[in-house]
C-alpha cells in the first residue's frame, strides 16, 4: 500500500512538471508593443518632463469642462445613460462569473435521498430508502479550472474596460452635442441679424427706387437674398431641434429643450497635454479591453491544452440505508463510499486538436486586433492635437477676414453715398461679411471639439465613479 502511493505522488508530480513546461499554469503577459512615434508629430511630446507626469486624460471631467451647465448635464447622462446602465451591469455579470469559477475549485455536496417498493410474485412488499450526501471533487491537475478562473478574471476586468469605454464616450458626447448647440444658437442669432439688416436694405432700396437712383433688378435681388437667408433660420431650427432631442437621449430622457450657455463664454486650455503613448495602454478604456479578449483567448487556449491531459476526480457518498444486500437489513445503519477515477483522453474523433487550432488562431486574433486599437488610438491623439492646432490656425485669418470685410462694408457704403458704387455691391460685402462670421463661429466649434476628442482619445472620463 505504502509504494503504491509513493508511485502515486510519483505520477501526479511527474504531471505537475510536465504540464508545468507546457505553459499551462503560466500566467498572461502583455506582449511586446512599440509605441514610438505613435503620435506622429513632436511637438505632440515636445515637453518631455510634463509630458511624463501629466496626462490630459487623467484629469477629471469637471475640471476640464467647467461650464456649469454642461456639468448639470453630464450629471445626468452618467446617471440615466441606458448603454451605461447596461455596461454596469455587464460588470456584476462578470463577478457573479468569477465567483463561480472560483467555487468551482471546492468540492461540491448534495442530499440525494431515494426510496423504493418492491414486490416479487406477489410476496410482501418491501421498502428501501438511501439516505446519502454525495460529495465530489475535481483535482485541478491540468490547470483547467486554474485557466478558467484566470479566464474569468480577464473577462471581469474586459467589462470594467468596457464600462469605463462607454462612459467615457457619454461625456464626449454629451460636450460635443452641447457645444453643437452653442454653435447653432451662435449661427441662428447671427443670421438672424443678418435678415433684420437685409429687410432694411430691401426697404431702403425701394425708397432709392422711387427717387430713381436704382432698379427693380437690384431690389429683386436683394428680396432673394432676404428669402435665403430666412430659409436658412428653418434649416438652422431644425438642426438645433434635432441636436436636442438627441442629447435628450443620451441623458436617459424624453426630448426636451435644453437649457444652455452661449459660445463666447467658453474656456479653451492654454495648452494641450497628450502626455507619452505608452500611457494608452493603461488610461484607454478601449485599448484595455482589447488587451483583456487577448488574456481571454490565452487562457482559453490553456484549457484547451489541457483536454489532453488526465483528469482526476474523486467522489465521496456518506449517508443511512436500510438495504445494502445482505450486509445491512432493518432497522437502518450508516453506508460510506468512495470513488477515485483518473480520465486520460486517448481518441476523441480530432475534437481536443480541432478546439485547439480554434483556440490558437482566436489568439493570434486578439492579438492582432490589440494591436490595431493601439494604432488606432494612436491616430485618434494625432488627429485631435492636429484639429485643434488647425482651428487655432483658421480662426485667427477668419478673424482677419471679418476686420477686412467689416472694413469693406463700410468702404463701399461710403461709395454708395457719393455715387461711385451700387446698392448690390453693399449686399454682395455683406453676405460676404455673414459667410465668414458663420465660419468663425464653426471653427470655434471645431477648437472645442478637438478638446473633447483628444480627452476622450486619451482616455479621459473614464475614471470610477466617485473618483
Not at 460636450?175 to 448647440?181: D, K, M, Q, R, V
Not at 437712383?213 to 428653418?234: F, G, K, P
Not at 482526476?312 to 445503519?333: C, E, H, Q, R, Y
Not at 490558437?360 to 490589440?370: D, G, K, P, R, Y
Amino acid at each position: 500500500m505504502k509504494q503504491a502511493r509513493i508511485k502515486l505522488q510519483g505520477i501526479c508530480i511527474g504531471m505537475m512538471l510536465c504540464l508545468s513546461g507546457c505553459g499551462i499554469y503560466k500566467t498572461y503577459e502583455r506582449p511586446e508593443v512599440n509605441v514610438a512615434g505613435l503620435y506622429r508629430d513632436p511637438y505632440a511630446v515636445a515637453d518631455t518632463l510634463r509630458a511624463d507626469t501629466f496626462n490630459m486624460g487623467k484629469v477629471n471631467w469637471r475640471d476640464l469642462f467647467r461650464d456649469e451647465k454642461l456639468q448639470v448635464l453630464i450629471e445626468k447622462g452618467l446617471a440615466n445613460n441606458v448603454d451605461l446602465q447596461i455596461a454596469r451591469l455587464r460588470v456584476e455579470e462578470a463577478q457573479a462569473s468569477l465567483l463561480a469559477s472560483r467555487l468551482a475549485f471546492l468540492p461540491s455536496l448534495s442530499l440525494a435521498p431515494e426510496g423504493t417498493i418492491s414486490s416479487y410474485d406477489r410476496s410482501k412488499a418491501v421498502k428501501t430508502y438511501q439516505l446519502p450526501l454525495v460529495t465530489s471533487w475535481e483535482a485541478d491537475l491540468s490547470g483547467r479550472l486554474l485557466n478558467a478562473s484566470r479566464g474569468a478574471y480577464a473577462s471581469l476586468l474586459q467589462s470594467e474596460a468596457y464600462r469605463q469605454m462607454t462612459q467615457s464616450s457619454l461625456i464626449a458626447n454629451i460636450a460635443n452635442s452641447y457645444y453643437t448647440l452653442l454653435m447653432l444658437d451662435e449661427q441662428f442669432r447671427i443670421t438672424e441679424s443678418t435678415v433684420d439688416l437685409w429687410r432694411e436694405n430691401v426697404r431702403v432700396m425701394e425708397a432709392l427706387k422711387e427717387i430713381g437712383t436704382t432698379n427693380e433688378a437690384a431690389i429683386v435681388q436683394s428680396r432673394a437674398n432676404t428669402h435665403q437667408a430666412e430659409a436658412s433660420l428653418y434649416d438652422l431650427s431644425q438642426q438645433i431641434r434635432e441636436t436636442e432631442n438627441a442629447l435628450s437621449i443620451l441623458l436617459g430622457e424624453a426630448p426636451q429643450w435644453i437649457d444652455r450657455s452661449t459660445l463666447d463664454s467658453q474656456e479653451l486650455p492654454v495648452e494641450l497635454y497628450p502626455g507619452i503613448p505608452v500611457q494608452l495602454l493603461a488610461n484607454r478604456p478601449d485599448v484595455r479591453y482589447a488587451e483583456m479578449q487577448l488574456a481571454i483567448a490565452y487562457y482559453a487556449t490553456n484549457q484547451a491544452r489541457a483536454a489532453f491531459y488526465p483528469q482526476l476526480s474523486l467522489t465521496g457518498t456518506l449517508g443511512w440505508t436500510n438495504s445494502a444486500g445482505s450486509a445491512v437489513s432493518n432497522p437502518g445503519k450508516m453506508i460510506l463510499s468512495a470513488v477515485a477515477s483518473l480520465t486520460q483522453p486517448i481518441f476523441n474523433r480530432g475534437i481536443n486538436i480541432s478546439q485547439l487550432r480554434i483556440a490558437q488562431a482566436q489568439q493570434e486574433e486578439a492579438a492582432l486586433n490589440f494591436q490595431q486599437s493601439l494604432l488606432v488610438a494612436g491616430q485618434e491623439v494625432s488627429n485631435a492635437l492636429y484639429q485643434y492646432e488647425a482651428s487655432g490656425g483658421k480662426i485667427t485669418e477668419l478673424e482677419a477676414q471679418i476686420d477686412n470685410l467689416e472694413k469693406a462694408v463700410d468702404y463701399t457704403q461710403e461709395l454708395f453715398r457719393s455715387g461711385e458704387s451700387s446698392y448690390l455691391e453693399i449686399l454682395t460685402a455683406q453676405q460676404s461679411l455673414l459667410g465668414a462670421q458663420l465660419n468663425v463661429v464653426s471653427e470655434v466649434f471645431d477648437q472645442l471639439q478637438a478638446v473633447v476628442n483628444l480627452y476622450k482619445a486619451l482616455g479621459g472620463g473614464s475614471e470610477t465613479p466617485g473618483q
